[in-house]
């Protein structure tokens, strides 16, 4: 058992409704970003339509809107999960975002497209610390971090599905336009099927274990049980830094490899998102059998393998902020391989490594806070990039910064000490 006396109860392992819990979900997850990549890889097409829109920074201010309103609908989201239905949450967000995404294809200023993103934000924040603790409710130790790097497989392809975008923003008989009406569809028409099979988790006595069966008083309310945790606020820490540079190859690689390599923003939307992502797939695949394998000898090896991921996304950042002065764009590509294996890695066992450190009730509140720090400061970090590309500097010292904060983040992931005891059979040998 856990220093501090409590543990989590679990079945032997998981049942058929966990895995299709996790099938209903990786649909959503593309959707989910699926919506969020076109605009960066249908950029030129946006800008030269929507022409009030001007300059770098402006169009920096738009990704960065949108992500400080999810940051900080996040906590509010998973609260909500963690206190009412994580279910009602994920359909709830599903059907609004879904028509924000209609809307989306259908403004014609900047103040227009300024709004619809800032409700993209808002009604998206919702979605994943619901759905990554409907996940982990439904999935106990042995098979945690496969769970959840199949869920993060869907976003990874929805990111690649973003990538090919720009071939429809290219094209006379579709646009950008045509591309927001149809993701907009689809997802208001997903939300029936999801409302319908879904299910939650019962809130049973034995859910309730760690408090003797007992509703929590004052004292141990989320905020305070989170906020007191120094495991959690390390987590918080390691999960923003990487993070920083997931959103700028997410938002602003499209465009980064189109100037820098001079080819179309078909290809480079492709380029930009394809083959890192692809990458990612086979990380978390790889990152999320390996975490919990080696979580059968030691209690921290999903915080082992998320370090391994960090490890290689600080070369891999070096290495795309060097590719321009090569000339050659599949030195860039080779090196967002890297990155995206680093970052499949460490972005599977987020979610699994939080299940250690916090009690159940708070996991999608945690998730939520985690989203709020990491995501206000992407949102700063897409407006300084921009605002960096304004003012000429190299991107070799913009990667190479970015790259430094994921050095720090390696430390502190190494710091975290797991409270919970998953299983009988975990024990801590480090």
Request: charged share 15%; hydrophobic share 50%.
């Amino acid at each position: 058992m856990a220093a501090d006396g409590w543990t989590e109860n679990q079945k032997p392992g998981p049942g058929r409704t966990a895995w299709v819990i996790v099938a209903l979900l990786m649909p959503v997850a593309l959707l989910n970003y699926l919506d969020r990549q076109m605009l960066a890889s249908m950029k030129t097409s946006v800008m030269a339509e929507i022409m009030d829109i001007g300059s770098e920074a402006n169009w920096g201010r738009m990704l960065g809107q949108f992500k400080w309103a999810y940051a900080l609908l996040s906590p509010v989201g998973g609260w909500l999960a963690d206190r009412y239905s994580r279910r009602m949450t994920i359909c709830a967000s599903l059907l609004a975002w879904s028509t924000v995404t209609w809307w989306t294809g259908h403004v014609h200023s900047y103040g227009e497209l300024l709004a619809a993103r800032t409700l993209m934000g808002i009604s998206e924040a919702f979605y994943i610390p619901a759905a990554l603790a409907l996940i982990a409710d439904h999935h106990a130790g042995p098979t945690r971090s496969r769970a959840v790097s199949l869920h993060q497989m869907g976003i990874y392809c929805g990111v690649i599905v973003g990538g090919f975008s720009g071939h429809a923003a290219d094209s006379p008989a579709l646009g950008w336009r045509w591309a927001f009406d149809v993701c907009g569809i689809v997802g208001l028409l997903y939300v029936v099927p999801l409302m319908l099979k879904l299910r939650d988790v019962a809130r049973s006595a034995a859910s309730l274990a760690d408090t003797g069966g007992k509703n929590p008083g004052p004292s141990e309310g989320p905020l305070r049980a989170l906020l007191g945790n120094r495991s959690f606020l390390l987590l918080v820490a390691c999960f923003t830094l990487p993070a920083l540079s997931a959103w700028i190859v997410r938002d602003w690689m499209p465009a980064v490899l189109k100037t820098e390599f001079g080819i179309g923003q078909g290809k480079a939307g492709v380029s930009a998102t394809l083959y890192w992502q692809l990458a990612a797939i086979a990380g978390a695949f790889g990152g999320g059998w390996l975490a919990d394998r080696w979580m059968g000898k030691s209690a921290r090896g999903r915080i082992r393998v998320s370090a391994l991921g960090m490890m290689l996304i600080v070369p891999a950042l070096f290495g795309v902020g060097y590719s321009p002065a090569t000339g050659q764009l599949w030195v860039a590509v080779a090196f967002l391989i890297l990155f995206g294996l680093g970052w499949g890695f460490f972005d599977t066992n987020n979610m699994p490594i939080l299940c250690q450190i916090v009690r159940p009730r708070h996991r999608a509140t945690g998730y939520g806070l985690m989203n709020l720090v990491s995501i206000s400061a992407g949102g700063m970090a897409d407006w300084g990039f921009g605002t960096l590309r304004d003012r000429q500097v190299p991107l070799m010292g913009i990667f190479s910064l970015f790259g430094g904060l994921s050095v720090i983040s390696v430390i502190l992931v190494l710091l975290i000490r797991p409270r919970v005891a998953e299983t009988a059979s975990v024990p801590d040998r480090s």
